[in-house]
């Protein structure tokens, strides 16, 4: 099993960022997938999560109506746009899938917003 984002970057207060997640290794499609973040200091939250199809979608209090997760099955990503983005959503974003029963990991990618 193989995860690998792409996209962060730094961004001003206001814009928007979005984030991809590539997976190999297993059959993508039969999984739901989530993105966590940390940032310094703090310990690893949820962000949002995805079904296997994509039909169902949800997402922290804190991000709902400013991020969006989806997913394209024939390219095994899925995504994280990210809108309106505030300084306090710096931090390195993961995307997580639990695969026969353990968890795997991306690397990670950093996300700053900052003027």
């Known amino acids: 099993v193989q995860l690998v984002e792409s996209g962060g970057g730094l961004v001003q207060p206001g814009g928007s960022l979005r984030l991809s997640c590539a997976a190999s290794?297993?059959?993508?499609?039969?999984?739901?997938m989530s993105w966590y973040r940390q940032a310094p200091g703090k310990e690893r939250e949820w962000v949002a999560g995805?079904?296997?199809?994509?039909?169902?979608?949800d997402y922290a209090n804190s991000m709902k109506g400013r991020f969006f997760i989806s997913r394209d099955n024939s390219k095994n990503t899925v995504y994280l746009q990210m809108n309106s983005l505030k300084p306090e959503d710096t931090a390195v974003y993961y995307c997580?899938?639990?695969?026969?029963?353990?968890?795997?990991w991306g690397q990670g990618t950093q996300v700053t917003v900052s003027s």
């Open positions: 290794g297993f059959i993508f499609s039969s999984y739901g």
């Open positions: 997580r899938v639990v695969w026969g029963g353990s968890q795997y």
């Open positions: 995805i079904s296997n199809t994509g039909g169902i979608t």
